[in-house]
C-alpha cells in the first residue's frame, strides 16, 4: 500500500509499505521520528562527500581517467554535455 509519510525532516513524500498492519505502521512510526526524504537524504550525501574538497564540473571521460576514485555529486551527470561534477581533495599547500 502507498503511504503519504511526513519524515522527520519536515518534508512529506508517498512510500510504498509492504506486510502486516502493524509492521507497516512501525515503519511509517519510524520514518516519521529518525528518517529524512530522499531529497534531504541526497543532500546530506553530498555536503558529506564535499568535505575538504573542491567541486569541480569535468568532461565525464576526464573523471573516469584522471578521478574515478573521487567522489561524484549525486544527479550531477549531464548527459546533453556529458559533464559531471567531482569532488577533488584540496591539496595542502
Do not use: W
Not at 33 to 50: D, F, G, L, R
Amino acid at each position: 500500500m502507498k503511504y503519504d509519510v511526513k519524515f522527520s525532516c519536515g518534508h512529506t513524500e508517498t512510500t510504498e509499505l509492504f506486510g502486516k498492519t502493524a509492521d507497516r505502521e512501525a515503519r511509517i512510526k519510524y520514518f516519521e521520528t529518525v528518517c529524512v526524504c530522499k531529497a534531504c537524504y541526497k543532500e546530506q550525501k553530498n555536503i558529506e562527500a564535499s568535505i575538504g574538497c573542491t567541486e569541480i564540473e569535468m568532461p565525464y571521460r576526464e573523471y573516469k581517467t584522471s578521478y574515478a576514485s573521487c567522489k561524484t555529486k549525486a544527479g550531477s551527470y549531464d548527459g546533453t554535455k556529458k559533464t559531471i561534477v567531482v569532488y577533488v581533495p584540496s591539496t595542502v599547500k
